[in-house]
């Protein structure tokens, strides 16, 4: 089945503890990225890799970061995490025609 | 840059009535529009699209239908079920060398039975 798979689910933390937010593929998409979910604010992408080593910037990227070594994963990380990235997070992959597969979400809070 | 627009929720309807939400873009170019549902604790699930204007999209009883006329995109359904409740994302993406998805504020639907 063709998916996007993300872990955890839920997750919380505290305020400094590195984290990292796992996001897997197996479409064999070269496009993919990550969005954060806010009330009221909608889906705003966070950083995109058009493929393996090619990461870049979206509308959000301060305090996160991202790589991508192979085709399949591609990792969110929170090195220092804040209150204010408490948020849902979705990874996603591109397909032929633009449209993007969502993977089910991590739920993140940060005290 | 791109943008979209879609009506405020959140819509109450009673089970097998007409269903309207309205989606408007602002795009360099021609984009890609979509409509995304989300079902409570679940992610986004894709459920129809337009690549080219006068194109409709459709798909479990969904549509929709590219007016590059009006640069709307807006969804309908004729006959809603309780089974419909969700949150319903418009996105527009205009490629380019990032293909990222530009997307309206969501809007809440509840469908009562």
């Known amino acids: 089945e063709a998916q996007v798979t993300q872990n955890p689910r839920y997750l919380i933390t505290v305020t400094g503890k590195k984290l990292t937010v796992t996001c897997s593929q197996n479409?064999?998409?070269?496009?993919m990225s990550w969005y954060r979910q806010d009330p009221g604010l909608g889906l705003r992408q966070i950083y995109y890799s058009m493929n393996v080593e090619v990461t870049d910037k979206g509308d959000v990227p301060e305090g996160y970061k991202v790589s991508r070594k192979e085709k399949r994963n591609f990792p969110l990380i929170l090195e220092s995490p804040s209150p204010n990235q408490t948020s849902l997070y979705f990874c996603a992959s591109r397909g032929m025609e633009y449209e993007q597969y969502f993977g089910p979400g991590t739920r993140l809070t940060v005290t | 840059g791109d943008s979209v627009t879609q009506m405020e929720g959140p819509v109450t309807l009673s089970e097998e009535a007409f269903l309207t939400i309205n989606c408007t873009y602002t795009?360099?170019?021609?984009?890609?529009l979509f409509w995304y549902v989300q079902y409570p604790g679940e992610g986004l699930q894709l459920l129809l699209k337009a690549t080219k204007a006068d194109d409709k999209g459709s798909n479990k009883g969904f549509e929709a239908t590219y007016r590059k006329e009006t640069t709307s995109f807006h969804l309908e359904k004729g006959s809603v079920q309780v089974s419909d409740s969700a949150v319903y994302f418009c996105?527009?993406?205009?490629?380019?060398?990032?293909?990222?998805?530009?997307f309206g504020k969501g809007t809440l639907l509840t469908v009562n039975p």
């Open positions: 996105a527009a993406n205009s490629g380019g060398s990032n293909y990222k998805l530009t």
């Open positions: 479409m064999n998409h070269e496009y």
């Open positions: 795009a360099t170019g021609y984009p890609s």
